[in-house]
DNA sequence: AATCGTCTGCTTTTT
DNA sequence: GCAGACGATT
C-alpha cells in the first residue's frame, strides 16, 4: 500500500480510486487529476489482489490508450501493467470480431475499410444503382449511413428510397467482400454479444473490472457495448465530464453520462471538483460561464492556488489586428519573462482562423504547430503501398486494386476497369474470369491475365510458412515498376527521394510482422491507427495553433482564445440547430485549457467569404464577466510600450513566488 | 490523360 | 477568398 500513497490523492479522488464492486460515476471536471486517477484506481484494484488480466480500460484514442498504458507503467511492476488490457473501443471490437465474426456470416479474416475505402465503394453503388435524373453525393450518403448504424438505427433499411437502396446493397456488398467499415466493428461486435450468449459469458467472464475513459464522448453503440461487457453484475467506472460533451455532432450521447444511473442503477457518484491546473480567477469564468447550461450535473471548479492574473477580454477593431496583437503579446512575455514557445496556444473555433495567427506569426519568425488540418492524409505514396499491401492480403477489396491497378499504368484502361466494375461481383473476381477476359481485345486480356498472376503467385507466396511480408511487398513493388513510376510522378528529386523514403519506412515497420497473420495484424493497426497526433507531438516546437475540439485534453500555460463573436463562438449553425448549449461547452473547454493566463478575443470586424463584416461580441462573454475579468481593447494595449497586463502577471508572478 | 477554367459553398473530427 | 469538384478542351 505504500505504493499507493505515491498518489497523494484528495479525499474524493481517493474514494474514487478506492471503490469496491458496482458502478461507479466518476465526473471529473477539466484539470481535477481524471488520469492520476484512474492510474491510482487500476494500481488498487491490483494491490487488492484483483488479477492484472481482468481488468479492462478502454478510451476513444490511441493517444490516449498510449497515454494510460504509459502512467500505469510508471506505477507498477512492468509484468502486471502488461496483462493489463487498455484499448480503444474500434480495437477492442477488431478482438471480438477476430474471435466471433462467424457468428454473423463473416470470417475472423475480414478486412478494415477506411473512409476512403468506404467512399470509393459506395460511389460504385451509388453509379449503379441511382438512375438518370437521381444523384447522391458519396460522401453524404456516408455521413448519413454511419450516423444510422451509430444511432443503433436497426430497422433494416428497404428499397424504397434512394438512400435506403444504396445502403442495403452497401451492407451486401461489404458483406460478400468480407470488410467491415468503421462502424460496423461496433456495430457487429455489438450484435455479436447481444445475440451470442456464449460469447457474452466468454467476454464477461474475461473481464472483471472495466473502466471507460471520456464517457461523455459515448454513442448509444459504446453505452452497449460497455452494458453487454459488463453484463449483471456491472463493475464499470466510467470517468467523464458532462461540461465537456463537445461531440454531440458525431453521435456522442451526453444523455449516456447525465443518464448513468438508468443504465447501471444505484451507482457510487464522485464529483472532482478541485482543479490543478488553472488559476482562480480563470476558474471563476469557467465556471460563471458553464452555469448557464440548463442539462449538466453541475459542478463547481474550485483551486488552492493563489487568485493569478485577470482573464483578459480583448475588444480588437478587425482580425488583423487581433492577430497582430495576440503575437505580438506573445514575443512580447515570451523575451520580458522568458517564457518557452511551447507555453503559448492559439484556440479558435474553426481551423480557416488560424491563417491570419500563421502569417503573422511568420512575420515575427517565430516557431509554431498547427494541429490538425489536413495534409498528413495525402501522403500518396503510404495509401499507394498500404494497397499493395491490402491486395497481397485480401485481393477482393475493390478499392485496394483499383488503385494499384493504375500505378504504375498496366495497360488495362478506364474503359475495361468501367466496364469490369459494372458486373456486381468483386473486381478481382471479375477480371479472373475468362467471361470478361473474352470481352474485351487481345492486349489487354494479356494485361489483365499478366496482372492477376502477379497478384496471386505473391498471394502463394505469403501463405508459404515463415514467409516475409515486407520482402515480398518490396518485390511486388519493384516488379511492378512502382518506384520508377514514383520518380516519374515527383516534381523534384527530393521529393521523389523522400516518398522513397517514407515506403522504406513503412516497410521497416512492416518487417517486424512475419508470415500472413502478421501482416494482417500490420494493416489493421494501420487502419485503426491514425498516426497523426504522433507526427503532430514530435513535429517541433513552438506555439501550438488548435481548434477548440482539438484542444480536449491539453493544457497549455498560457492561452489565448480569438474569436469570440457571436456567429463563430456560439457558430452561426449551432443556433439553427439549436446547439448553443454545446457551443458554450466547447468554450468551457477553450478556457480550461489554461493554467496561468488566459486572453480572449473579438474583432468588431471580420474577413468573412472574401467581405469585411460588422461582429458582435460572443454572449458568453458576458456570461464570464466577474472577479478576475477585465476587458480592454487592442489598440489600448498596442499603444503602450509596456503593456497593462504584462506588468500585472509580472505583478501576479512576484505575489505568487512570495506565497510559495 | 492532363490541364485549364468555372462553379459552388463554406464547423467541429476519431476510428 | 479560396479550395475542391467537375466539365470542357487540347
Excluded at 445475440?195 to 452497449?224: M, S
Excluded at 474470369?433 to 494479356?446: C, K, L
Excluded at 460572443?618 to 477585465?630: K, M, Q, R, Y
Excluded at 487592442?634 to 508572478?653: C, D, M, W, Y
Amino acid at each position: 500500500m505504500s505504493r499507493f500513497r505515491m498518489f497523494d490523492l484528495n479525499p474524493e479522488q481517493e474514494s474514487a480510486a478506492t471503490h469496491g464492486k458496482g458502478p461507479l460515476l466518476i465526473l471529473a471536471g477539466a484539470g481535477t487529476g481524471k488520469t492520476r486517477v484512474i492510474t491510482a484506481r487500476i494500481v488498487w484494484l491490483i494491490a487488492q489482489g484483483h488479477p492484472p488480466n481482468r481488468i479492462l480500460a478502454v478510451t476513444f484514442t490511441n493517444k490516449a490508450a498510449k497515454e494510460m498504458k504509459k502512467r500505469v507503467l510508471d506505477m507498477m511492476e512492468a509484468d502486471d501493467a502488461r496483462e493489463i488490457t487498455i484499448s480503444t473501443f474500434h480495437s477492442l471490437c477488431v478482438r471480438i470480431l477476430r474471435q466471433s465474426a462467424h457468428l454473423l456470416g463473416y470470417k475472423e479474416n475480414f478486412s478494415i475499410l477506411d473512409e476512403s475505402d468506404q467512399s470509393g465503394l459506395l460511389k460504385k453503388i451509388i453509379h449503379r444503382t441511382a438512375a438518370k435524373d437521381e444523384t447522391l453525393d458519396p460522401a453524404v450518403a456516408r455521413a448519413l449511413i454511419s450516423k444510422a448504424k451509430n444511432s443503433g438505427w436497426n430497422a433494416p433499411p428497404t428499397e424504397e428510397s434512394l438512400l435506403g437502396a444504396v445502403y442495403l446493397r452497401y451492407q451486401n456488398e461489404l458483406k460478400m467482400l468480407n470488410a467491415m467499415d468503421f462502424d460496423d466493428l461496433l456495430v457487429l461486435a455489438v450484435q455479436v454479444l447481444r445475440h451470442h450468449p456464449e460469447a457474452a459469458t466468454h467476454w464477461q467472464e474475461r473481464y472483471e473490472f472495466l473502466l471507460v475513459d471520456e464517457f461523455q464522448d459515448t454513442n448509444r453503440l459504446q453505452l452497449e457495448l460497455v452494458s453487454l461487457l459488463a453484463g449483471q453484475a456491472p463493475n464499470v467506472c466510467v470517468v467523464g465530464d458532462d461540461d465537456q460533451s463537445i461531440y454531440s455532432w458525431r453521435g456522442a450521447e451526453v444523455s449516456n453520462i447525465l443518464e448513468f444511473e438508468r443504465h447501471f442503477p444505484n451507482p457510487v457518484i464522485v464529483k472532482l471538483e478541485q482543479n490543478y491546473r488553472s488559476t482562480p480567477a480563470i476558474l471563476g469564468a469557467a465556471n460563471r460561464l458553464i452555469r448557464n447550461n440548463a442539462r449538466r450535473r453541475g459542478k463547481n471548479l474550485w483551486s488552492a492556488a493563489g487568485e493569478g492574473a485577470p482573464v483578459q477580454v480583448l475588444a480588437m477593431r478587425d482580425d488583423r489586428e487581433e492577430a497582430e496583437l495576440v503575437t505580438s503579446e506573445i514575443a512580447n512575455q515570451r523575451h520580458t519573462q522568458s517564457i518557452p514557445w511551447e507555453h503559448f496556444a492559439v484556440l479558435y473555433r474553426t481551423n480557416q482562423q488560424s491563417r491570419p495567427i500563421e502569417e503573422a506569426l511568420r512575420r515575427l519568425k517565430i516557431p509554431y504547430r498547427l494541429i490538425g488540418g489536413k495534409s498528413f492524409f495525402d501522403r500518396r505514396e503510404i495509401k499507394d503501398v498500404i494497397a499493395y499491401a491490402t491486395c497481397l492480403m485480401n485481393p477482393s477489396n475493390d478499392a485496394a486494386i483499383l488503385r494499384i491497378l493504375r500505378t504504375p499504368p498496366r495497360g488495362i484502361g478506364a474503359v475495361t476497369v468501367e466496364n469490369a466494375l459494372s458486373e456486381s461481383r468483386n473486381l478481382f473476381a471479375v477480371l479472373q474470369s475468362p467471361e470478361f477476359q473474352n470481352t474485351v481485345s487481345t492486349r489487354t486480356r494479356e494485361a489483365i491475365t499478366t496482372f492477376c498472376d502477379f497478384i496471386e503467385a505473391f498471394r502463394i507466396r505469403l501463405s508459404t510458412p515463415n514467409s516475409q511480408p515486407a520482402a515480398l511487398l518490396q518485390c511486388m513493388l519493384e516488379e511492378s515498376g512502382y518506384f520508377e513510376d514514383l520518380q516519374r510522378s515527383c516534381k523534384t528529386p527530393q521529393e521523389s527521394l523522400r516518398r522513397e523514403e517514407n515506403v522504406r519506412d513503412l516497410l521497416r515497420d512492416l518487417s517486424r510482422y512475419p508470415e500472413s497473420e502478421g501482416l494482417r495484424r500490420f494493416l489493421d493497426e494501420i487502419t485503426l491507427e491514425n498516426d497523426r497526433q504522433d507526427k503532430d507531438d514530435q513535429s517541433g516546437l513552438g506555439v501550438t495553433l488548435i481548434t477548440l475540439h482539438a484542444a480536449k485534453g491539453l493544457e497549455f500555460p498560457h492561452v489565448y482564445l480569438i474569436g469570440a463573436e457571436d456567429g463563430l463562438l456560439p457558430h452561426q449553425r449551432s443556433k439553427v440547430e439549436n446547439t448553443v448549449d454545446e457551443e458554450r461547452r466547447l468554450f468551457y473547454v477553450g478556457i480550461t485549457r489554461a493554467m496561468k493566463s488566459l486572453t480572449i478575443s473579438h474583432s468588431l470586424q471580420r474577413m468573412k467569404y472574401g467581405q469585411s463584416v460588422a461582429c458582435q461580441r460572443s454572449p458568453f462573454l458576458t456570461e464570464i464577466a466577474g472577479d478576475g475579468v477585465v476587458e480592454s481593447t487592442g489598440t489600448k494595449i498596442l499603444n503602450q510600450p509596456v503593456s497593462v497586463e504584462t506588468a500585472e502577471n509580472h505583478f501576479a508572478r512576484l505575489k505568487q513566488l512570495f506565497a510559495s
